[in-house]
């Protein structure tokens, strides 16, 4: 008997060695119930500042965005045209949106390239056909990509991505063969594109877009004048 008792004794002591630990280890690391992890990603959030948005931020179904823009033609050989104009899109949904746009350039928005001013200054005479002179468009914008960006870790950039299609018509100013008059035409032309929309507030974007506009050339053959655009945009 008194053997049976040394060993339920000393069973006892190892298990109190065994179980305290772990007792200890509870009461200190915490539990399913204790609330110390989630304080301490409370804690580090609000040190890092973490922002978690799950909708848009900037809607514009039902929206109108009306864009005052400039930009440039660069791919004329012969001339660089500077167009100005005015964008107006109504959103029937977050993604797509009518547009009807018009730019002018004339005789103000253009200047002759080095190139013809190269061949001016060696006698050699160039006759431009096809002298863009304003434009207007109706097209569709599809808006299927939508993001945001963090500016150095302190401001989220919210922006999306467009893709435009469309028609519209284009006047050039032409000089005949015997270059003693100017003829005008008015030539039907399609266009495509894409764009972005920098969104600084509800009301207010930065715009940068890209067109791709074809249309038959003067004698024929297809012209392609690819305009970049910088603009500043109101939604109403």
């Known amino acids: 008997m008194r053997a049976i008792r040394i060993v339920m004794q000393a069973f006892l002591v190892l298990l109190t060695v ?15 119930a204790d609330p110390l992890p989630e304080q301490m990603e409370e804690y580090w959030a609000a040190q890092r500042d ?13 929206r109108h965005q009306i864009t005052l823009f400039g930009g440039v033609i660069p791919n004329d050989p012969f001339m660089d045209y500077y167009p100005i104009g005015l964008r107006y899109n109504y959103y029937l949904l977050e993604s797509l949106a009518l547009e009807l746009a018009g730019s002018f350039i004339g005789d103000v928005f253009r200047a002759e390239s080095e190139l013809n001013t190269f ?22 914008n599809w808006s299927p990509f939508y993001g945001k960006l963090a500016f150095l870790g302190l401001k989220l950039a919210h922006f999306d991505l467009n893709l435009h299609a469309g028609f519209g018509i284009l006047e050039v100013h032409s000089l005949s063969e015997d270059r003693l008059r100017e003829d005008v ?31 038959e050339k003067a004698g024929g053959g297809v012209s392609n004048p690819s305009e970049i655009t910088l603009g500043f945009s109101i939604f109403l």
């Open 50 to 62: 973490i922002r978690i948005i799950q909708h848009r931020l900037f809607e514009k179904v039902g």
């Open 185 to 215: 035409e008015y030539k039907p032309e399609g266009s495509l594109g894409a764009g972005f929309n920098f969104y600084l507030t509800d009301m207010f974007s930065v715009c940068i877009d890209y067109r791709q506009y074809i249309f």
């Open 18 to 32: 065994l179980v305290a630990p772990v007792g200890w280890a509870q009461e200190g690391g915490g539990t399913a």
């Open 119 to 140: 061949l001016d200054d060696h006698g050699v005479t160039v006759t431009l056909l096809d002298r863009q002179w304003w434009r207007a468009h109706f097209g569709v």
